[in-house]
Nanobody
Framework: QVQLVESWGGLVQSGGSLRLSCTAS????????MGWFRQAPGKEREAVSC????????YYADSVKGRFTISRDNAKNTVYLQMNSLKPEDTAMYYC??????????????????????????WGQGTQVTVSS
């Protein structure tokens, strides 16, 4: 049984930082690209970032580029999302996910690839991030 468990969300002031982590079990971790999505109340789930199985390539949504950094430790079956310079609009439930492929989500092709994650990927239960102004 595949399990993805996110942790280290929380409440932070605007301009602050958080580091989310997600530990996977029940799958061969380095067979999968790993990613982070978020969903704010009343909005659709959106891709934030993803990293290829080897960690050699990472992609980001334009809204977080330059502020967020994704990384993975295949020895620990864990993926991280370092979030700096947080803004109130970053407030959302953040979900970890695993799927076969990861591509540049700022392109039409990449959006189609990331849409597959929502339909076919493995998902965690989410961790809440709240940024106060």
């Amino acid at each position: 049984q595949v399990q993805l468990v996110e942790s280290w969300g929380g409440l932070v002031q605007s301009g602050g930082s958080l580091r989310l982590s997600c530990t996977a079990s029940g799958l061969t971790f380095d067979d999968y690209a790993m990613g982070w999505f978020r969903q704010a109340p009343g909005k659709e789930r959106e891709a934030v970032s993803c990293v290829t199985w080897s960690g050699s390539s990472a992609y980001y949504a334009d809204s977080v580029k330059g502020r967020f950094t994704i990384s993975r430790d295949n020895a620990k079956n864990t993926v991280y999302l370092q979030m700096n310079s947080l803004k109130p609009e970053d407030t959302a439930m953040y979900y970890c996910a695993a799927e076969a492929h990861c591509e540049d989500m700022t392109t039409v092709q990449g959006l189609a690839v990331m849409a597959r994650w929502i339909r076919f990927g493995y998902w965690g239960q989410g961790t809440q991030v709240t940024v106060s102004s």
